[in-house]
């Protein structure tokens, strides 16, 4: 049977699952829903009305998205005993309201008939809804056209965000890329610069104390963003190309920015790859490990309380106690339960891989501008390796790319080498950059969590990193680091990802093992650049910790805790490019474990590690009673020094009295004068300052007596 509506020609479907008979609940409303067909283009529904029905009895009709918009498709009609039919347009141009609209990213997935009555009554309906289906020949498409255009400010300050937005018709459908936007700058300095474009469901998000709630304020819009990076005027000129070939082009008016020049963001510092700098500044980020807002392993190992699932407003508060901290780093993931925008269409907000997560976009968005606001930044990690695993933390069977689901992989490696497979995740990234990467909040790209723990091979891997690393670097020459992370500690990390060229900076665990003789602090991170043989030093790259705290399920809590104490000072005089990101947030959060935080950040201020000469050395220590690890960052007449009794390190609990210590220096130090400064490395205070002006060669320190470990900063002048 064929009808006409809205000049379609439509083909009349029966619902599969027939009809629904239901019990009114009046005085209460009573809603009876229908999925939704994808190919649906209109509804028919059927109700059949029983004489005991009440007099005033109305029916609304109304479509729902996944993601929380809903699109009212009629006025409040009578139902009186007997039968009624109508047919109703599922387009949102048929809408008599909507609050909030449909994004019009993905068709709309639940049809709700909705009937109310002030009397009561219990009695019973029959409801049908069958579905029109557009045919084969559709009606002439929409002219290709931008319909309109809300350009950003016309001044603002260097690093400041510009945003240009854009309606289009066609309107948007799936990853919203059709058409292909691009927003072409001209700089001050004559020098051009290109961003692409993406698209975005603006979104409020709600604090319901228990959760979050998220619903689309708009529909669907095209975006384009940068930030100036230098004094002067900017031209803009906007670019369409739709999938026919058509395009359009338009001139915006142009941007003034004022200040001074500046990208603010983080990158390997050119003259001493091992580190990382901010337009020139030496930066060593001291942070946490914030991967998802709740964690379930620290409240099953470690009797924390689950924070509640409220998304962006835990890491809101979260970021002020940080910042309170000296905190200025954490680490987040995509994952499906958190952040990531492609997986399996039964789990809220998501499609599948037909459209992209936009709650997720942009509680995203909000996250990092949270962050920016108390001086955070964010390394964000893409893919966690339990959507790659069939073996571990595994998540293979929800994976969208997964056969059973439509997908074009029949086992989890061939996420690595499938080309449907790469071809989508190309697109993501090229959707990450043009969303996020103007952000100076966000300072690294993490592509894998723990890759050793996916089913890829070491062949696979190696081509997978190269060809994406080598891309994400072309979608974003910005120089911020691209590194991907290796499980368990530095011994398990591939030699032909970690020299790959675009793996600019190397990020690994540093978990102790659970059987007897396993590393502690020391080795894990004493050894990550000093091991002769397997050490990562080779490479000359920034290495990172971004998991510690004990063992990988957070036992046993004395030597979680000890972890906790050293880790950054172990890390700082071992030469890595920032102190290690702990894991267990929850405990830190919740049990106001912040002094060491405190005390690292008070030590580092003013300093800089930054020479292509330094090195870390370890130095000979010894204490009647106690076998003592002492280590110095040497670099040009200056000395970072960590002193820790090893027993106390590898086991925790109380820390040990250390009395009469030694410290012998290395070999050949001579000055003219020299500043020696004793540091509390639990206050973050300096405990005593000794100067000495004669000139001699310095042979051996004496430390103050100490309760565990010591720090200290040595001076030297001709």
């Known amino acids: 049977m064929r009808r006409t509506l809205g000049g379609a020609v439509l083909v009349l479907c029966c619902v599969p699952l027939g009809a629904v008979e239901i019990t009114l609940r009046a005085p209460a409303t009573t809603v009876v829903s229908w999925d939704i067909p994808e190919t649906a283009r209109a509804c028919t529904l059927t109700v059949e009305v029983p004489e005991e029905a009440p007099a005033d009895l109305s029916a609304i009709a109304a479509i729902a998205e996944r993601d929380g918009g809903w699109g009212q498709l009629s006025l409040a009609r009578a139902v009186s005993p007997g039968t009624h039919r109508w047919t109703l347009s599922l387009s949102p141009e048929a809408f008599v309201a909507g609050s909030p609209p449909l994004s019009c990213l993905t068709p709309p997935s639940r049809l709700h008939l909705t009937f109310a009555s002030v009397q009561a009554s219990q009695a019973r309906l029959r409801c049908t809804a069958s579905w029109l289906e557009q045919e084969a020949s559709p009606p002439a498409p929409t002219r290709e056209r931008l319909r309109a255009i809300w350009p ?187 952040l990531g925008l492609l997986w399996h269409p039964d789990w809220p907000g998501y499609h599948g891989l037909r459209a992209l997560n936009q709650i997720h976009a942009e509680r995203l968005d909000r996250i990092l501008d949270a962050a920016w606001q108390r001086g955070i930044r964010v390394l964000l990690v893409l893919h966690n390796h339990g959507q790659a695993s069939d073996r571990t933390d595994r998540e293979w069977r929800w994976n969208p790319l997964n056969a059973a689901h439509g997908g074009p992989c029949q086992q989890p490696g061939e996420v690595f080498t499938h080309p449907a497979a790469r071809a989508l995740q190309s697109r993501l990234r090229r959707y990450l950059v043009a969303r996020y990467a103007d952000h100076p909040a966000l300072w690294g790209w993490k592509l894998w969590s723990e890759i050793d723990l996916t089913a890829g091979t070491a062949e696979s891997l190696a081509q997978w990193h190269a060809e994406a690393a080598a891309e994400l670097r072309a979608l974003d020459p910005s120089g911020r680091p691209i590194t991907t992370h290796w499980s368990g500690d530095y011994r398990r990390v591939h030699a032909s990802v970690a020299a790959l060229p675009g793996i600019e900076l190397l990020t690994i665990d540093a978990y102790r093992g659970s059987g007897p003789g396993s590393w502690g602090p020391l080795e894990l991170l004493g050894g990550v650049l000093q091991d002769p043989a397997r050490g990562l030093q080779r490479w000359r790259k920034p290495v990172l910790v971004t998991e510690f705290g004990g063992t990988s399920s957070g036992q046993p809590a004395a030597a979680r805790e000890v972890d906790f104490r050293l880790g950054g000072w172990i890390a700082l005089v071992s030469g890595h490019a920032g102190a290690p990101l702990y894991w267990w947030w929850e405990w830190v959060d919740q049990g106001d474990h912040w002094q060491p935080y405190r005390a690292l950040r008070a030590f580092v201020a003013g300093e800089d590690l930054r020479d292509p000469r330094a090195q870390s050395q370890a130095l000979d220590a010894a204490a009647p009673g106690h076998r003592l690890w002492a280590r110095a960052w040497l670099s040009a007449g200056r000395l970072l020094g960590y002193v820790v009794a090893e027993t106390w390190a590898r086991d925790g609990g109380t820390p040990p009295l250390v009395t009469a210590g030694r410290i012998r220096l290395p070999e050949g130090l001579r000055c003219g004068s020299a500043t020696l400064s004793w540091w509390d490395p639990d206050r973050g205070t300096a405990l005593a300052t000794l100067t000495r002006s004669d000139p001699a060669a310095l042979s051996e320190l004496h430390p103050p007596d100490f309760h565990g470990h010591l720090a200290w900063k040595l001076q030297l002048a001709p």
């Open 152 to 338: 950003g400010p016309s001044q603002l300050a260097v690093g400041e965000r510009y945003e240009v937005e854009v309606e289009s018709d066609p309107p948007l459908r799936g990853w919203g890329e059709d058409p292909q936007l691009t927003l072409r700058i001209a700089e001050p300095d004559g020098s051009q610069r290109t961003v692409q474009g993406f698209v975005r469901v603006p979104m409020s998000f709600t604090d319901l104390g228990d959760r979050e709630a998220a619903a689309p304020l708009a529909a669907a819009r095209l975006v384009c963003r940068f930030r100036p990076r230098q004094p002067g005027r900017h031209q803009l000129q906007l670019h369409a190309r739709w999938a026919n070939g058509s395009e359009a082009q338009v001139a915006l008016p142009d941007v003034v920015a004022a200040g001074a020049a500046s990208t603010n963001l983080v990158r390997i510092d050119p003259s001493d790859g091992r580190f990382l700098q901010i337009d020139g500044r030496w930066w060593w980020p001291i942070g946490l490990n914030l991967h998802n807002p709740y964690d379930l392993r620290s409240a099953e190992r470690l009797g924390t309380r689950l924070t509640p699932p409220r998304g962006l407003f835990v890491y809101a508060a979260l970021f002020d106690r940080l910042a309170a901290a000296g905190i200025d780093a954490v680490e987040i993931w995509m994952s499906s339960w958190n």
